[in-house]
């Protein structure tokens, strides 16, 4: 029914940038909460960003004031604009959302495939 995509991630010398986005498809009713989460070689998934379908977001503190989450709903889209990356970046970058589908009453948990990111020194 549905499914996310995500799309951007690369190599990078540190102190460059990237930008992730990721795009919902499918039977959509509406879309809630969306996010990115990361994971590191050897470390648990961490919450990156994460931003409200009214446009409130949060970030993990070691990416605030580097990172920026936006999303554009006509779209279903959300984006991940990641400035002044740092080699400590480096991880595979996962999409989520909360999505409520077409003829169903109840939001699901829906994640993207992930997207490697890799920052060199």
């Known amino acids: 029914q549905v499914q996310l995509v995500e799309s951007g991630g690369g190599l990078v010398q540190a102190g460059g940038s990237l930008r992730l986005s990721c795009a919902a498809s499918?039977?959509?009713?509406?879309?809630?909460?969306m996010g990115w989460y990361r994971q590191a070689p050897g470390k648990q998934r961490e919450l990156v960003a994460v931003i409200s379908s009214g446009g409130r977001s949060n970030y993990a503190d070691s990416v605030k004031g580097r990172f920026t989450i936006s999303r554009d709903n006509a779209k279903n889209t959300v984006y991940l604009q990641m400035n002044s990356l740092k080699p400590e970046d480096t991880a595979v970058y996962y999409c989520?959302?909360?999505?409520?589908?077409?003829?169903?009453?109840?939001?699901?948990?829906?994640w993207g495939q992930g997207t490697q990111v890799t920052v060199s020194s």
């Open positions: 499918g039977s959509i009713f509406s879309i809630n909460a």
């Open positions: 989520n959302a909360a999505i409520e589908a077409q003829w169903t009453m109840r939001s699901a948990d829906y």
